[in-house]
C-alpha cells in the first residue's frame, strides 16, 4: 500500500463549500492512499467489483481508525467514499471528490481513461490501483504522524 500526506489542493479549497458544507474550517491536509489490486481495473467483472469491494472496505476501516483519532484530538475529519466521492462522516453537498483527479494532481501521476471513466495510470501498478482519499483540518505533519501510526499498526490485511 501507499499513501502519502499533502496540502490541500486549490480545487479541494475553491470548491469545499460544495464538498464539505458543514465544516467550519478549511482543509489543512489530505491523506492520498493508493492500494495495489488483485486485477487490472479496466473492465467491469466480478472480479473487479468483488476486488474493489475487499478494498473499499480495508480502507474505510483504514480511514475511520485515523479519522476517529483525529476528532479525538479536536481536529475535522473526513474519509470519502472511494465507490461514489461522497463524504462518510458529515453530511454531503452538490460535488463528489475524484479519487482519481486528488491523486492524479498530489503524486503527478497520468490518467488515461476506460470506457467512459477516468483511471490513474500509476508507474508500477498501471491501473491495478484502488485511490482513495481522507481530508483533515489538522496540518499535515499531524495527519503524517496520525496516518503511519494506524497504517503501520493495523493488523496484517489478508490479500485474498
Ligand atoms: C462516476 C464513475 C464512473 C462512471 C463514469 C463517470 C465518468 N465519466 O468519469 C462509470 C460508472 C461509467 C464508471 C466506470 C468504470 N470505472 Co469508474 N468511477 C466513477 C467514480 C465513482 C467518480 C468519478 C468522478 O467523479 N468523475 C468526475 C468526472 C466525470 O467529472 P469531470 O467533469 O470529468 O471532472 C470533474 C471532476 O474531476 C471534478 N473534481 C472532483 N473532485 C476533484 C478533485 C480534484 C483535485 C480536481 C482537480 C477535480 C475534481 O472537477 C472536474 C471538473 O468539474 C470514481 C470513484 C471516485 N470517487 O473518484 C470511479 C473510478 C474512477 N472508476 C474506476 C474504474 C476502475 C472504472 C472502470 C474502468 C472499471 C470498473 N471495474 O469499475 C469502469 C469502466 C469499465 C468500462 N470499460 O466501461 C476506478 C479507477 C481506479 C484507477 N486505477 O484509477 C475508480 C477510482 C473507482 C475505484 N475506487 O476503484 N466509473
Redesign the pocket.
Known sequence: MYYSVHPP?D??LR?QPR?LPGWSQPIASMLVLLQP?QVA?????AD??HE?EH??SHFLVLGGAIAQMLQNEGYLAEV??????WPMLSGAGT????????????LGYS?GH?????????PSLG??????TLVSSASVPVLEAIAHQVIENQPKFSEN
Do not use: Q
Open positions: 489542493s480545487y479541494l470548491h464538498l489490486s481495473l479496466v473492465e467491469r467483472t473487479t467489483e474493489k478494498l473499499r470519502f467514499d472511494p465507490r461514489t466521492g460535488l463528489s471528490l475524484d479519487d482519481v483527479a486528488v491523486a492524479g494532481s498530489a490518467t476506460c470506457g467512459n471513466c477516468r483511471v490513474i495510470l500509476h491501473t491495478a490501483v484502488y485511490p482513495s
